[in-house]
């Protein structure tokens, strides 16, 4: 019992990790206004990113920072489409999860001889050490480091956001940026180093699968986390500690058709796959009621439009 | 890049405007006339010279797994038998029609698609080109054209041979299967491993038990190491995994709890040297290099399925064996042996496992 009490604790933390850290990113761009669709393509950036310096520096540290400055210049693209030219934000993030699995594949292949993964790469340490519990019932809780980055970023883009005055202005921006713009705050500058940090995030995100969960890039290594951030971020309100949750709501549910498909009498795995889906409605319905996004959210601000 | 545009260039040279071919090879299916000079030196050698394409999916000619192994085995048809061996890459499963095309159009005796994600196109670019030989890996057909022929591997046989070695190396007395998705080509490799289990425990006189679990999904690495630690936490201290990307997390769990893996399809000691004791391997190179004879020559006419199993030497267990005592990898290919001779007839599913193990 207490074995897998801590599995899966163990398990939900673990699962959760790269959709905390991209569905930060997504309410950083989106409070600020900006739609962010991109976040999976910013991960799978990141993941990449992420592998591949790990492997030629064998430094997972500098890695994880190079993952993060690669999904904020991914970002940098969607902020100039979104921003500056005050383009479709849906079109622009769109375009970027149809690039960035090419890209990434592109420089894996010119990297790594052709191939379409990595070697395998440094990864980041474990809160305890490598192999400490090894074998024992809390290995589950020897957590990989970027859960507690996950944990530490959330905190504090919560208290930028809501206790500081430029987390005020970016608040402000994303619900009514006319009025923001007429107070003084440079609504462009706002949202350029919002989604440009939701990249940074996501980037983090791609990174956490590739060099802390797995230690290699795979074509498959993120596939749909990006989506699943997004979710979270809607599930969660908006708010960086709704979104945390909610990550952790997805992380559990995983966890849980794990814990329940084995051992001595496994409910059959088909009925399992589904759990994850049917326990989100449950609890949007029950617990989380209405969601509403930012007022501003996806539309392009023009300086002195009605 | 630079090469395999020259070199596309100079093969089509003669059929179409070069300008428009390389345009063609540098932003669509990146053509290649693979091996480079030695292709087309044995290509200009004889009268009679065969000319094989193989057409990749999207893992590319470098994937380490089967589209790397696949060019393996073409290239030893190129060396043997001084055949014009080419494969063209598939960017995306888009490609798969157009290389299709390609290939035919270049006037190949036989054209090999690797991976069943191809399977649908390859039927089709058969049914369009009844004098061209179409044969593919890892996929068969319900009704084949009489140009075509699918090869799959007997899975089970390769997992039996595993099954019996993870049997061999447990000292907790427990074992473990993470899957990708249920289905019956998938069955055969948990039920495979666990007959190799039974057949260990009979034959040594230990009582090794087994457990497994579906991850329903190929991708999913943190799910594959989710299901492995749950395995691992539950006294499992071999696993074996049938689960392509969703496997790889579950060696990552293995190499961090100290516990032994064993890879699928191909050698993966590479991916984890102190945890992958041995893999279950399926001999694409192999499979191609028999079956391309055998149709080329016309002692096997297309239309049909080939399942190929230890007997042809298409399965089997990986060479490493760093890990494993020198006994239990003679005893394993002991084992191989005697399914090659027909000796162990091993089980694919549920039910044949019960009575395969009513007969032990």
């Not at chain 1, 939701?198 to 290594?221: E, H, R």
């Not at chain 2, 399977?119 to 009704?143: L, M, Q, R, T």
């Not at chain 2, 760093?322 to 001779?341: R, S």
Request: net charge negative.
């Amino acid at each position: 019992m207490l074995t897998n009490l801590l599995l899966l604790i163990g398990i939900t933390l673990m699962y959760s990790t790269p959709l905390v850290f991209g569905a930060l990113g997504g309410v950083i761009s989106e409070r600020s206004g900006v739609t962010n669709i991109g976040i999976e393509g910013m991960m799978v950036i990141g993941a990449i990113a992420g592998a591949a310096t790990s492997y030629f520096t064998n430094n997972p540290w500098i890695a994880f920072l190079v993952a993060g400055l690669s999904g904020g210049l991914v970002a940098l693209l969607h902020a100039v489409a979104s921003v500056s030219f005050a383009a479709d934000q849906t079109v622009s993030g769109v375009a970027i999860n149809l690039l960035a699995p090419g890209i990434a594949l592109f420089v894996c292949r010119r990297l790594f001889d052709g191939a379409a993964m990595t070697p395998i790469v440094a990864k980041l340490p474990k809160i305890f050490g490598e192999s400490a519990f090894a074998g024992t019932a809390y290995a589950g809780l020897n957590l990989n480091i970027t859960t507690v980055l996950a944990l530490v970023a959330t905190l504090a883009v919560w208290f930028v956001l809501y206790k500081t005055k430029w987390g005020l202005r970016v608040r402000a921006v994303g619900e009514h940026p006319a009025a923001a713009d007429t107070l003084g705050i440079n609504v462009y500058k706002t949202r350029y180093i919002c989604v440009i940090l939701s990249g940074v995030f996501a980037g983090f995100g791609g990174a956490s699968m590739t060099i802390a969960i797995i230690s290699q890039f795979t074509q498959t290594a993120i596939s749909g986390h990006g989506f699943i951030a997004l979710a979270a971020v809607i599930f969660g309100k908006w708010t960086p500690q709704g979104a945390y949750g909610a990550c952790l709501l997805f992380g559990c549910t995983q966890a849980l058709t794990i814990l329940l498909g084995g051992g001595s009498f496994p409910v059959p795995s088909t009925i399992l796959a589904m759990l994850p889906y049917a326990m989100t409605i449950i609890v949007l319905i029950l617990f989380v009621g209405r969601s509403a996004a930012p007022k501003a959210d996806g539309v392009p601000y023009i300086k002195g439009s009605r | 890049m630079d090469l395999n545009i020259k070199l596309s260039r100079r093969a089509f040279a003669g059929t179409m405007g070069a300008a428009t071919l390389a345009s063609l090879a540098a932003c669509g299916g990146g053509a290649a006339t693979g091996g480079s000079t030695e292709a087309s030196a044995s290509g200009s050698a004889a009268e009679g010279t065969k000319k094989v394409t193989m057409i990749t999916d999207t893992g590319g000619v470098n994937d380490q797994s089967f589209n790397e192994l696949s060019w393996k085995g073409m290239q030893q048809l190129g060396s043997d038998l001084g055949w014009d061996v080419s494969y063209i890459e598939s960017k995306q499963d888009s490609d798969y029609m157009t290389n299709l095309d390609k290939a035919v159009d270049d006037g190949s005796d036989l054209i090999w698609g690797v991976g069943f994600a191809m399977g649908e196109a390859v039927e089709n670019a058969a049914n369009s080109n009844p004098d061209v030989k179409f044969a593919i890996i890892d996929n068969i057909y319900e009704n084949n054209p009489s140009n075509l022929t699918g090869v799959a591997f007997k899975q089970e046989e390769c997992s039996f041979a595993v099954g019996y070695v993870a049997a061999r190396m447990t000292t907790s007395g427990k074992v473990g299967f993470v899957g990708g998705i249920d289905s019956e080509i998938m069955q055969a490799f948990e039920q495979g491993y666990y007959a190799g289990i039974e057949y260990a425990n009979k034959e040594q006189g230990l009582s090794v038990t087994y457990e497994g679990q579906w991850a329903e999904s190929f991708g999913d690495a943190a799910k594959g190491k989710a299901i492995a630690q749950s395995q691992i936490a539950d006294g499992c201290d071999v696993l074996y995994h049938a689960a392509g990307g969703t496997g790889t997390g579950m060696i990552e769990a293995c190499d961090e709890a100290g516990v032994y893996a064993i890879g699928v399809d191909q050698d993966q000691a590479h991916l984890a040297p102190k945890a992958v004791i041995t893999s279950a391997l399926k001999r694409v190179d192999q499979a191609i290099y028999q079956i391309s004879q055998q149709l080329i020559s016309g002692e096997k006419e297309g239309g049909t399925n080939v399942t190929l199993g230890a007997a042809e030497d298409a399965v089997g267990i990986a060479e490493t064996h760093d890990l494993l005592p020198d006994g239990v990898y003679n005893d394993a290919l002991a084992v191989v042996e005697k399914i090659k001779k027909g000796e162990i007839v091993v089980p694919k599913n549920a039910d044949e496992l019960k009575s395969f193990i009513a007969s032990l």
